[in-house]
């Protein structure tokens, strides 16, 4: 059998497709990635919930969450359509609010980008009875609107993504359903993994939005309770984002590029995660915005789950410090239990790192921490 | 990661780049495929490459991303396979090499795929069962077990005709 095997051994390839190229692209972005994360995510556990980094919280961290969480039958909400979608949104407020989301959703997410705004909310991990209506039995639910002319990505491991392109020519797996608000509205089966199901509809002309319910077991049928989430969004509600921290004025190119906020209904003191990244409008070649700062709640001063032992102190915190020196650069600075957080930040290359007058030290020193959710602003 | 070391990884993978793709194209049965694995396995190498470079076997380790990300795909694209009973076409007894070569692909494309992995790597790749052992992360003695539960569903989808050789697979 051995020898009859040998026949495949010189079977003829086509021309090689492989791009050498794009694996080094690749590769650095991902060490990029992991580097920025080593820094603004150090041993918090919390981002693992959305199993992703862009992860983030609903309104009002600390206070019920503005939905009504019911197991009753869906009941369609009217609210105003808007007449036209913006062409961006702004990062540091909120586009959208659902009304509406299935029982136990205790952990929120938003996640805002000039080109998207999404809200996604997760039960709490770790076991958890099944609700009485299996269409309900979810292990999440997301709400995703883009601007005017974008497209509305597959998910990529729960982390959103828009596209500016044509949007009509993307339909490969929806069929035509009855309007959300009055609007055209299409079945989405393409979505992340089994068990799920995505309702789009265009919120606005050539602007759409799409709700996505991921079932925990194959059977149930999860359009209603998409349709239900779908029909109590409330667009054009432009709230500022409240944040735990604020930072101090930057230089004119690194602007607000994105907000991730996590918050837990279930913990609300403990159980959040900020993060704001800045920039003039352009990722990196790796794929990151050049300035990215978070904040969580953790009071140790020591490393440990996940966070590197710190190596310098700022004043008198327990600080680690990152100085990356191939490639671009960048730098990286935490600073452990200020205030019962940890505060991350870390540019992208040297030249951002430049852009900051005394460097990441003199940012932290600059920024106010409100640990407690009611002070956020 | 330092420009030396970058020019390191990638003449490494240039010269190494026909033999990753030829097994990726014999564990997938398919050379675009292949391609696919191989792609994402040298993306993985770079991340790993401080650490390869200092392997005892730098080959073997290479041989080892390539045949998780195989594996890997294999496993997270499960619920789309859908599985074929039929036996590959029986080629006529004047087939071709080429009629042969494509019997054979698709028989071994049918071997589940850690065995397949297992046939590969020692039969068309020439590693030893302790360098399959390494690679797949498990004993030697299951290797072997695997090699022969490989050739059997080999001898199974091929059926008893003179096409088929004999062999033990140890």
Redesign the interface.
């Known amino acids: ?9 010189d ?1 003829p ?2 021309p ?5 190229e ?3 692209t ?3 972005r ?2 990029r990635r992991r580097r920025m994360a080593s820094v603004v995510a150090a041993g918090c556990a919390v981002l693992a919930v959305a199993g992703g980094v862009s992860v983030a919280g609903l309104p009002n961290a600390g206070t019920p969450p503005a939905v009504e969480q019911s197991t009753a039958a869906p009941t369609p909400t009217a609210t105003p359509t808007p007449s036209r979608a913006p062409a961006s949104f702004d990062p540091t407020r909120r586009y959208a609010t659902v009304g509406w989301l299935p029982a136990g959703m205790t952990q929120l997410h938003t996640l805002t980008g000039t080109d998207q705004f999404s809200l996604r909310a997760d039960p709490p991990a770790g076991p958890k009875d099944a609700p009485s209506d299996p269409a309900q039995d979810v292990s999440y639910v997301m709400l995703r609107i883009v601007p005017t002319g974008y497209d509305i990505r597959p998910l990529d491991h729960g982390v959103p993504f828009a596209r500016k392109e044509a949007v009509t020519t993307k339909w490969p797996a929806e069929t035509e359903t009855e309007p959300v608000h009055g609007r055209r509205a299409r079945w989405n089966t393409n979505v992340a993994a ?1 068990n799920g199901i995505g309702l789009r509809w265009e919120y606005a002309p050539d602007a759409w939005a799409e709700v996505l319910v991921q079932g925990r077991a194959a059977g149930p049928d999860h359009r209603a309770t998409a349709r239900r989430i779908a029909e109590s969004v409330r667009y054009g509600v432009d709230e500022p984002i409240p944040l735990p921290f604020r930072v101090p004025p930057l230089p004119g190119t690194l602007r607000p590029m994105s907000v991730s906020l996590h918050t837990s209904t279930a913990t609300p003191r403990a159980g959040w995660n900020a993060g704001i990244s800045y920039g003039d409008g352009k990722r990196s070649a790796n794929g990151e915005w050049p300035l990215a700062v978070r904040a969580f709640p953790r009071s140790s001063q020591t490393g440990g789950g996940g966070a590197g032992e710190p190596n310098t102190t700022i004043d008198g915190h327990a600080a680690r410090r990152w100085d990356w020196t ?2 671009d650069g960048g730098e990286g600075l935490g600073i452990y239990g200020v205030k019962g957080l940890y505060v991350g930040l870390v540019t992208d290359d040297d030249t951002t790192t430049r852009q900051l007058p005394g460097g990441l030290g003199q940012l932290f020193r600059g920024m106010e921490l409100y640990p407690d959710p009611r002070d956020w602003r | 990661m330092r420009a030396e070391l970058e020019r390191e990884y990638v003449e490494y993978v240039k010269a190494r780049l026909p033999v990753l793709r030829r097994v990726a194209y014999q564990l997938t049965g398919d050379a675009h495929r292949g391609d696919d694995v191989v792609q994402q396995a040298i993306t993985r190498l770079y991340l790993k490459w401080k650490r390869a470079r200092e392997a005892d076997n730098l080959d073997a380790y290479a041989h080892t991303v390539l045949v998780r990300v195989f594996l890997d795909e294999k496993r997270l694209s499960w619920s789309r396979v859908r599985l074929v009973g039929a036996v590959p076409e029986r080629p006529s007894p004047a087939s071709t090499a080429v009629e042969d070569r494509a019997v054979l692909r698709a028989a071994l494309a049918q071997v589940p795929p850690r065995q397949r992995a297992v046939l590969v790597l020692r039969f068309l790749a020439d590693r030893s069962v302790d360098e399959v052992a390494g690679i797949l992360g498990c004993t030697t003695g299951t290797v072997k077990s695997q090699t022969s539960h490989g050739l059997a569903s080999m001898r199974r989808l091929l059926g008893n005709g003179a096409f088929v050789s004999t062999g033990t697979g140890e």
Do not use: H
């Not at chain 1, 059998?1 to 051994?9: G, H, I, Q």
């Not at chain 1, 090689?16 to 050498?20: E, H, K, P, Y």
């Open positions: 059998m051995e020898r009859l095997l040998d026949a495949l051994r079977d390839l086509p090689s497709a492989v791009d050498i794009r694996a080094l690749d590769g650095r991902s060490v089994a191939d490639a």
